[in-house]
């Protein structure tokens, strides 16, 4: 059963559940007590010699105390609906708060190969819909199931107490109303997989079309975009009207076998008053009984297609809870650095989608001596940035071993490897914020000094000054304010604050400027000069202060 997973998120609130279930009780005893003071009243309006009773319990009060008694029921009942209310949402949003922070943090170690292989919305939707749907699944099955069962099952039994045989229609007529719902929701669960599925998807098509919305409107692709998510739309109505259709049918079937079995009540009842078996306090009190019971049956049906829902909410869920994350470093050796240098033995590296082609890195050798600064060139596609992804362990070799400081970094913990290892990307991300917090980002303690020591190493101080905000100014979504070359210093200024032994570039001047150039190769051959230095790139002038310049080529190093 998939959702037994869950109940592990439900523990820590078992007291809540608790003083729920008391207050469902309560609001459930009131609900049943109230039929039993109509028919007391009716009994005392029309002055029956017998009153009603109810296992053995007689009231005979005068009508304006029952009234009385019942306005006070009803008011406890709504005090009662109240807080369960309350409490059960309050649960729910709790339950959603725990499940989405763990299942948030379980993605956000899984291996970057992970996130390669899935649609950005498909994650997104994960961690909002599906989350969603388990936690108000989870409590609100309470406020569905359980007061709909002790109704049910208490309005059935106060009807036997009353009059068995009519009872016994009615309890003959629910596993009817079971395999109904058994039936339609053989159907509702896949269509409801697919319903979730497709909304994934659209939220994917938003989610990549917004972050590449200036390559949409460069090629004027907003017509194709938009087909492409009213196609989208489209399918998920289609699904939506086939969901519906069978929701619609259930929803009739469940209330015409309720409305039958309110018509063999009335029936059963009416021949059992007319024999002069049921008094007319009873004859009211058993169909105010009937009503109560259908009551229900009928929110029943809604709390089986929610399971559906879940369960397949829950599948989801329980599959990325599956994935192993990327390491967990107890168990492993703390990486200690001495020197900084690096060593690639016998390494051969393929992705997984590329198994049948030739091997992208095959048996590579390569040293990179400490404090030196190294350059590495080749053609597009070589397996130059996979390298670069190997060193930071991104991804892990198929075959051989990548030492540093003598240590494999595979067996070592991943939190100190990467402390030591600075890594400049190609594809610069800046988060939502200042230009403080993006320098700032490893190391969110650094005083303004050090921030901008950083800038200024990296060539970015000047422009920065130079801003109306300077330091303060908003970089934008991923730092679309910002120029490319702007974005690329302050990724620079970002690594250089860690101050890592090594560093390893990719493409590190794409964006700059002649001056931007010259400068950075400056700065490897002036200021890094003490640390091990691994660039990749295109650029000759840094090839002119590298220690060593390697070639790769044809999965090997050269
Ligand atoms: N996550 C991935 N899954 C499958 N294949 C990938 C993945 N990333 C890169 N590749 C493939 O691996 C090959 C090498 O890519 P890589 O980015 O390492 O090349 P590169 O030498 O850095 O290229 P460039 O100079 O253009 O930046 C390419 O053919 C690329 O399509």
Same mark, same amino acid.
């Given at each position: 059963?998939?959702?037994?997973?869950?109940?592990?998120?439900?523990?820590?609130?078992?007291?809540?559940?608790?003083?729920?279930?008391?207050?469902?009780?309560?609001?459930?005893?009131?609900?049943?007590?109230?039929?039993?003071?109509?028919?007391?009243?009716?009994?005392?309006?029309?002055?029956?010699?017998?009153?009603?009773?109810?296992?053995?319990?007689?009231?005979?009060?005068?009508?304006?105390?029952?009234?009385?008694?019942?306005?006070?029921?009803?008011?406890?009942?709504?005090?009662?609906?109240?807080?369960?209310?309350?409490?059960?949402?309050?649960?729910?949003?709790?339950?959603?708060?725990?499940?989405?922070?763990?299942?948030?943090?379980?993605?956000?170690?899984?291996?970057?190969?992970?996130?390669?292989?899935?649609?950005?919305?498909?994650?997104?939707?994960?961690?909002?819909?599906?989350?969603?749907?388990? &936690?108000?699944?989870?409590?609100?099955?309470?406020? $569905?199931?359980?007061?709909?069962?002790?109704?049910?099952?208490?309005?059935?039994?106060?009807?036997?107490?009353?009059?068995?045989?009519?009872?016994?229609?009615?309890?003959? /007529?629910?596993?009817?109303?079971?395999?109904?719902?058994?039936?339609?929701?053989?159907?509702?669960?896949?269509?409801?997989?697919?319903?979730? &599925?497709?909304?994934?998807?659209?939220?994917?098509?938003?989610?990549?079309?917004?972050?590449?919305?200036?390559?949409?409107?460069?090629?004027?692709?907003?017509?194709?975009?938009?087909?492409?998510?009213?196609?989208?739309?489209?399918?998920?109505?289609?699904?939506?009207?086939?969901?519906?259709?069978?929701?619609?049918?259930?929803?009739?079937?469940?209330?015409?076998?309720?409305?039958?079995?309110?018509?063999?009540?009335?029936?059963?009842?009416?021949?059992?008053?007319?024999?002069?078996?049921? /008094?007319? &306090?009873?004859?009211?009190?058993?169909?105010?009984?009937?009503?109560?019971?259908?009551?229900?049956?009928? /929110?029943?049906?809604?709390?089986? $297609?929610?399971?559906?829902?879940?369960?397949?909410?829950?599948?989801?869920?329980?599959?990325?809870?599956?994935?192993?994350?990327?390491?967990?470093?107890?168990?492993?050796?703390?990486?200690?650095?001495?020197? $900084?240098?690096?060593?690639?033995?016998?390494?051969?590296?393929?992705?997984?989608?590329?198994?049948?082609?030739?091997?992208?890195?095959?048996?590579?050798?390569?040293?990179?001596?400490?404090?030196?600064?190294?350059?590495?060139?080749?053609?597009?596609?070589?397996?130059?940035?996979?390298?670069?992804?190997?060193?930071?362990?991104?991804?892990?070799?198929?075959?051989?071993?990548?030492?540093?400081?003598?240590?494999?970094?595979?067996?070592?913990?991943?939190?100190?490897?990467?402390?030591?290892?600075?890594?400049?990307?190609?594809?610069?991300?800046?988060?939502?914020?200042?230009?403080?917090?993006?320098?700032?980002? $490893?190391?969110?303690?650094?005083?303004?000094?050090?921030?901008?020591?950083?800038?200024?190493?990296?060539?970015?101080?000047?422009?920065?000054?130079?801003?109306?905000?300077?330091?303060?100014?908003?970089?934008?979504?991923?730092?679309?304010?910002?120029?490319?070359?702007?974005?690329?210093?302050?990724?620079?200024?970002?690594?250089?604050?860690?101050?890592?032994?090594?560093?390893?570039?990719?493409?590190?001047?794409?964006?700059?400027?002649?001056?931007?150039?010259?400068?950075?190769?400056?700065?490897?051959?002036?200021?890094?000069?003490?640390?091990?230095?691994?660039?990749?790139?295109?650029?000759?002038?840094?090839?002119?202060?590298?220690?060593?310049?390697?070639?790769?080529?044809?999965?090997?190093?050269?």
């Amino acid at each position: 059963m998939h959702l037994s997973f869950f109940t592990q998120y439900l523990r820590p609130y078992r007291h809540s559940f608790a003083l729920i279930f008391i207050l469902m009780v309560l609001e459930s005893a009131i609900s049943l007590a109230i039929p039993f003071f109509i028919g007391q009243f009716a009994s005392a309006v029309l002055q029956e010699a017998a009153p009603l009773s109810l296992f053995n319990i007689e009231l005979n009060m005068h009508y304006g105390y029952l009234v009385g008694a019942w306005l006070g029921l009803i008011v406890l009942q709504t005090l009662a609906r109240y807080q369960v209310s309350f409490r059960v949402n309050m649960v729910g949003a709790r339950i959603l708060t725990n499940l989405s922070c763990r299942l948030y943090d379980h993605v956000q170690m899984l291996p970057v190969s992970y996130f390669s292989k899935r649609k950005k919305g498909e994650i997104l939707s994960l961690i909002s819909n599906d989350a969603n749907v388990i &936690a108000y699944f989870m409590s609100g099955i309470l406020t $569905g199931l359980v007061p709909s069962l002790l109704i049910a099952s208490g309005a059935l039994l106060l009807m036997a107490s009353i009059n068995m045989p009519l009872a016994l229609i009615i309890a003959v /007529s629910v596993p009817g109303f079971l395999i109904i719902l058994k039936l339609m929701g053989r159907k509702i669960r896949p269509l409801s997989e697919q319903v979730t &599925a497709q909304q994934a998807g659209i939220v994917s098509i938003a989610a990549e079309n917004f972050s590449t919305i200036k390559l949409v409107k460069s090629f004027s692709r907003e017509k194709q975009e938009s087909d492409k998510f009213k196609q989208n739309a489209q399918q998920m109505l289609n699904l939506r009207r086939q969901q519906f259709q069978i929701q619609a049918l259930i929803s009739p079937l469940i209330q015409m076998l309720i409305s039958v079995g309110i018509v063999l009540v009335v029936l059963v009842s009416a021949l059992h008053y007319r024999a002069g078996e049921l /008094s007319i &306090a009873q004859l009211i009190t058993l169909l105010m009984y009937g009503l109560l019971f259908a009551k229900p049956m009928s /929110s029943l049906a809604g709390v089986y $297609g929610q399971w559906q829902q879940a369960m397949g909410a829950s599948t989801r869920i329980i599959d990325v809870f599956k994935v192993a994350p990327e390491t967990d470093d107890t168990g492993t050796q703390e990486f200690v650095f001495k020197k $900084g240098e690096v060593e690639l033995k016998q390494v051969s590296f393929c992705y997984e989608n590329n198994s049948n082609r030739a091997p992208l890195l095959s048996k590579l050798n390569a040293q990179f001596k400490a404090g030196s600064v190294n350059v590495i060139i080749g053609a597009n596609g070589s397996g130059k940035t996979t390298l670069l992804h190997l060193l930071m362990r991104f991804i892990s070799p198929q075959s051989g071993q990548i030492f540093i400081d003598k240590q494999d970094i595979s067996e070592c913990g991943l939190r100190s490897l990467r402390r030591h290892i600075g890594l400049v990307s190609q594809d610069v991300a800046l988060s939502h914020g200042s230009i403080l917090s993006n320098i700032a980002y $490893g190391q969110s303690e650094a005083d303004f000094q050090a921030v901008s020591t950083a800038a200024k190493q990296a060539g970015a101080h000047e422009f920065i000054s130079a801003l109306p905000n300077a330091y303060d100014t908003q970089v934008g979504d991923n730092g679309v304010l910002l120029s490319g070359g702007q974005r690329q210093r302050i990724s620079l200024a970002r690594t250089l604050l860690l101050n890592c032994n090594i560093i390893i570039f990719d493409e590190p001047t794409s964006f700059a400027d002649s001056h931007g150039k010259a400068e950075f190769a400056k700065l490897l051959s002036t200021q890094l000069q003490q640390h091990t230095v691994i660039v990749v790139t295109h650029d000759q002038a840094l090839c002119d202060v590298a220690d060593k310049v390697f070639t790769l080529k044809n999965g090997e190093l050269y």
